[in-house]
């Protein structure tokens, strides 16, 4: 018999790791060709491992929870025939121990910790995941204190639960932990355990008042994601809005003439973000430094302009695909793009690179009914644009006869923009200018 590699596949040009949410086989099983043995998360989307070969489930390499990178292997398949040098397992070759720089100098005052590379198994054969080691480098945990911890998994692996019991519940303090917390810049990874210990030792949490009759209920991993990422964006932009609004009502009665027409011809349903979303690429081509990303104190500006469409998912959580080279796309070709990534997202069929590369991102609040609001910025991006509901509202309405009032079709758009780099005359010029290209919209216009 022979064994083969389940590796983790490549799934975009941007997706260097994975996380294993759920083993759909478990070792004994048998597996058929191309039949999903795994799955896996990548930032917000979830997909499926298939296995290219058919075969018997011998060996599982990493658990629930672990973090694998591309090309790791995850699991061993026997199959039929004789062992080559590809098919041997060689998780060693593949996955490095997990090393920490060298410290010159110790903590002042001499603090009784030492650099923590924690390798991957021990010398009696104990296999540790990355996410554990992960854990125990940035809790401190040295391997030969890892080794004391008794786990609970196979083999008795320590799983991710039973390090954090150990955190929580029976880790003995280190000495002279309130000693000092400055460390010499060479010893940079015991200052971040240093500055842990000693925030535990301070910080006191007020715990949430409950009773009998509330509920607890665990964030999703998407809740978790989209938290970390807003907060982290909140921490990291000077955010800023302006707000201006804009007369459709030519848009409205184009769409309702022609998209019986264009839905006969294109096979498309015509709604009204295409075109939005068409006049923002454009616009975008006129102020070219709203089209930029921050690394630092370093402005990168993108030659792409590649539009991120929030979008809704099947569990009311939104997630926001790409529409890349938006500005080379005319009406029907963003008509085909945004239906194909928001049909994709209902479905959870949405790929890794479906949701990479993103320079300016559009939400459109307006679908909930919303008037406006303030969007938070999609990092590392500067702005973001929030299309208000379209409403019927009474305005004025200029002609050479006078003013007069009138019913019109109207919408606010909202932009969020980063302070530190868009000053309030670019990004109100930009919405400014939006609202410019939709006015002037032509009635008598074909797709």
């Known amino acids: 018999m022979a064994r083969f590699e389940l590796k983790l596949p490549k799934m975009g040009e941007s997706v260097a790791e994975a996380t294993i949410t759920s083993w759909l086989k478990e070792v004994g099983d048998t597996i058929e060709l191309d039949e999903a043995v795994v799955e896996i998360a990548t930032d917000k989307v979830d997909s499926e491992v298939p296995s290219e070969v058919a075969g018997t489930l011998l060996e599982i390499l990493y ?3 672990d973090i694998v990178a591309v090309g790791e292997t995850i699991a061993i398949i026997e199959v039929e025939g004789e062992d080559s040098e590809k098919e041997t397992v060689a998780t060693e070759s593949i996955e490095e121990s997990v090393e920490v720089a060298e410290i010159e100098k ?13 390798s991957k198994t021990s010398d009696a054969g104990k296999f540790y995941s990355p996410l554990v080691r992960s854990i125990a480098q940035t809790e401190g945990i040295a391997f030969e204190e890892l080794e004391t911890i008794v786990g609970s998994g196979k083999e008795g692996r320590v799983t991710k639960e039973d390090i954090l019991k150990y955190i929580k519940e029976g880790r003995p303090v280190p000495k002279n932990i309130e000693a000092s917390n400055t460390v010499e810049k060479s010893a940079a990874p015991i200052q971040k355990v240093v500055q842990k210990e000693v925030q535990k030792e301070v910080q006191k949490v007020v715990p949430v008042s409950i ?15 989209v938290s970390k990422h807003m907060v982290s964006s909140i921490q990291t932009a000077a955010h800023v809005q302006s707000f201006i609004e804009i007369d459709v009502t030519n848009i409205v009665k184009w769409r309702t003439r022609v998209k019986d027409a264009f839905h006969a011809r294109e096979g498309e349903k015509l709604t009204f973000t295409p075109i939005l979303m068409h006049a923002v690429a454009a616009t975008i081509r006129k102020y070219p430094m709203i089209n930029i990303a921050m690394d630092g104190t370093h402005i990168i500006k993108k030659k792409n302009i590649n539009l991120g469409m929030a979008a809704s998912l099947p569990d009311g959580n939104l997630i926001v695909p790409v529409i890349k080279n938006a500005d080379q796309l005319n ?3 963003m008509t085909r793009a945004v239906n194909d990534l928001a049909n994709r997202a209902r479905n959870n069929a949405l790929k890794p690179d479906d949701i990479q590369g993103g320079t300016y991102t559009v939400t459109n609040v307006g679908s909930f009914g919303s008037l406006m609001g ?4 999609n990092q590392p991006q500067v702005a973001i644009l929030a299309l208000g509901a379209i409403r019927k509202v009474p305005a004025v309405i200029e002609t050479v006869e006078g003013d007069f009032i009138g019913i ?10 980063d302070h530190r780099v868009v000053n309030g005359a670019l990004g109100g010029m930009f919405i400014k200018t939006l609202k410019e290209i939709l006015e002037a919209w032509d009635l008598n216009q074909d797709f």
């Not at 509330?214 to 809740?223: A, F, N, P, T």
């Not at 303030?374 to 910025?377: A, D, L, N, R, S």
């Open 63 to 65: 658990q629930q929870d």
């Open 331 to 333: 009406l029907v070709g």
């Open 374 to 377: 303030t969007p938070i910025i």
């Open 211 to 225: 009773n009998g009759e509330d509920e607890i209920i665990e964030m999703s991993r998407m809740g978790k994601l």
């Open 408 to 417: 019109r079709q109207k919408m606010f758009v909202s932009h969020s923009y």
């Open 106 to 118: 110790t903590i002042e005052k001499g603090l009784e910790v030492t650099a923590i590379p924690v």
